[in-house]
């Protein structure tokens, strides 16, 4: 065994341009599929977080009496799937606005009135959570004769989700089409060592080396150029994301939502399938020549 790894080593020696050229298209191709992962993983905890923080804004005419708001309240608590109500007053939404925009405060200088109306900030219990109970539960709101209009953030995230979902599709398509760079490259590297070694294979047949004996280094071959791609595409991602993740950090508010890395299994899981394209590349190679 220590013999055939021996020789899968010194092939590699050998032929170092043809080694170097597989690695980094391997770690290439690595690199891009996992950029595509690490974005879906967050883009999912972004959608999911977003989705539990879906609320309703129904907003009141302004000719709606003051009176009333108690008994729309109450009202507005007894339809199904609503979690908590919250009376907004137009002045309170109006100090709010003011704090969150004390930077262009000259906005405010030359309003005469207050602009905002009255509202009812409206959350959902998790079950009603998703675009068709959110739009039956507005359209049932929006018939109340005190509710003037009701907004809510589900009609962009619907969009932004259909988007979403798009890039998906394009990331594999986009995966589908490195796995099979990588492989083809993989493969023709291997036919290469083949070609160059190919007296001494028949060499070795003729005093009766198995199929096996003179398969094994080169499986062991395809198994290494796989794997260092993988780390090599793994580490660089890591480093790019390290980078990003300090730039976004410093331009968000803390604690809006955090960029997370892959997991360990999915780290692992990354290496195994960059292995296995090296291994199978060499397969499809040996299948071919030895025949």
Request: charged letters at 20%; a positive charge; glycine letters at 8%.
């Amino acid at each position: 065994m220590i013999l055939k790894y021996k020789r899968a080593i010194q092939d590699i020696l050998d032929h170092r341009f043809l080694n170097i050229v597989t690695i980094i298209t391997i770690a290439i191709s690595i690199l891009i599929v996992s950029a595509f992962a690490l974005f879906f993983v967050n883009a999912n905890e972004i959608i999911n977080s977003w989705k539990k923080g879906i609320r309703i804004m129904a907003y009141l005419k302004p000719d709606a009496p003051e009176i009333k708001i108690p008994e729309l309240k109450q009202k507005i608590q007894h339809i199904g799937g609503i979690q908590d109500v919250r009376f907004i007053s137009k002045n309170e939404a109006f100090q709010q606005l003011k704090k969150q925009m004390r930077r262009q405060s000259s906005l405010f200088e030359n309003l005469k009135e207050n602009p905002l109306p009255d509202a009812f900030e409206i959350r959902l219990i998790a079950s009603f959570q998703n675009q068709e109970k959110v739009e039956m539960l507005a359209t049932r709101l929006e018939s109340l004769p005190q509710i003037d209009e009701v907004e809510y953030g589900q009609r962009w995230l619907g969009r932004f989700t259909n988007f979403f979902n798009l890039f998906r599709l394009t990331g594999y398509a986009m995966g589908g089409l490195f796995f099979m760079a990588a492989l083809l490259i993989v493969a023709n590297t291997i036919r290469l060592v083949l070609y160059s070694r190919r007296e001494e294979i028949e060499i070795m047949r003729l005093v009766g080396a198995t199929d096996s004996f003179i398969k094994a280094p080169f499986y062991i071959q395809g198994l290494i150029q796989g794997a260092f791609g993988g780390i090599i595409g793994l580490a660089a991602l890591f480093v790019t994301f390290m980078f990003i993740s300090l730039s976004v950090k410093q331009g968000l508010s803390p604690g809006l939502f955090t960029i997370r890395f892959l997991s360990p299994g999915a780290f692992c899981g990354i290496i195994l399938g960059s292995t296995f394209v090296g291994w199978i590349g060499c397969y499809l190679s040996l299948k071919q020549f030895l025949k």
